[in-house]
Nanobody, 126 residues
Framework: QVQLVESGGGLVQAGGSLRLSCAVS????????IGWFRQTPGKEREFVAA????????YYSNFVKRRFTATRDIAKNTASLQMNSLKPEDTAVYFC???????????????????WGQGTQVTVSS
């Protein structure tokens, strides 16, 4: 069982930055993947970024590449999503999620993930 708690959301102007954190507790192993997803009302949850808990590989959607960076700190049991150059279209509820890694194609699919945080709101004003 893995528990995830997001924090760090808020209101920011376009062009600004936010750093989301995902506190991880429970039994997490080095082969796990921490994914970041976002959702707006009436739309499906979409993949943002992911990082392997063991390190060495991270993944990004095309719309956040070179703006967002996923990291993890094993000593602090925390995953983070640094979001720079934010745009109004980045406004959403952001979730972190965890799953044991199986194959790379599953990383991008929400239903692959077994554990989810409660989400944190990010609002970017124009």
């Amino acid at each position: 069982q893995v528990q995830l708690v997001e924090s760090g959301g808020g209101l920011v102007q376009a062009g600004g930055s936010l750093r989301l954190s995902c506190a991880v507790s429970g039994r997490i192993f080095s082969n796990y993947v921490i994914g970041w997803f976002r959702q707006t009302p009436g739309k499906e949850r979409e993949f943002v970024a992911a990082i392997r808990w063991s390190g060495g590989a991270d993944y990004y959607s095309n719309f956040v590449k070179r703006r967002f960076t996923a990291t993890r700190d094993i000593a602090k049991n925390t995953a983070s999503l640094q979001m720079n150059s934010l745009k109004p279209e980045d406004t959403a509820v952001y979730f972190c999620a965890a799953v044991p890694y199986s194959d790379v194609s599953g990383i991008f699919v929400p239903r692959t993930y077994q554990w989810w945080g409660q989400g944190t709101q990010v609002t970017v004003s124009s």
